[in-house]
């Protein structure tokens, strides 16, 4: 279900390229933050993060955003839950600490 996902979205991002283009400069820079933060150590994989998650909130991750904030960085997680719920559960990327989980 995973890979599923992932190729969806994909496929939506790369057929609505007017929308990406207008953030692109700022995209690029939060992923080159991203990218050089998870190399110091300083945010856990998202592998990582998806085990935390689900672990709180058993179901099928729909969507995974990485944002910086204030402290930091954190992963916004969407799970679909067995019960047909859509959970979201926010984790610092730092500590992998759960910062909130509430109804989408």
């Known amino acids: 279900m995973k890979k599923i996902y992932l190729l969806a979205a994909a496929m939506v991002a790369l057929a609505t390229p007017a929308l990406t283009l207008a953030s692109d400069k700022h995209d690029e820079a939060d992923q080159r933050a991203a990218s050089a933060a998870l190399a110091r ?8 993060v998806l085990a935390i ?3 709180r909130v058993p179901g099928d991750v729909l969507k995974v955003k990485l944002e910086r904030e204030s402290f930091g960085f954190k992963y916004e997680v969407k799970i679909l839950t067995r019960s047909g719920r859509v959970r979201e559960v926010e984790v610092d990327a730092r500590t992998g600490r759960i910062l909130k989980i509430e109804d989408d």
Do not use: H, N, S
């Open 53 to 55: 998650a689900t672990e």
């Open 41 to 48: 150590g300083e945010i856990l994989p998202i592998v990582r």
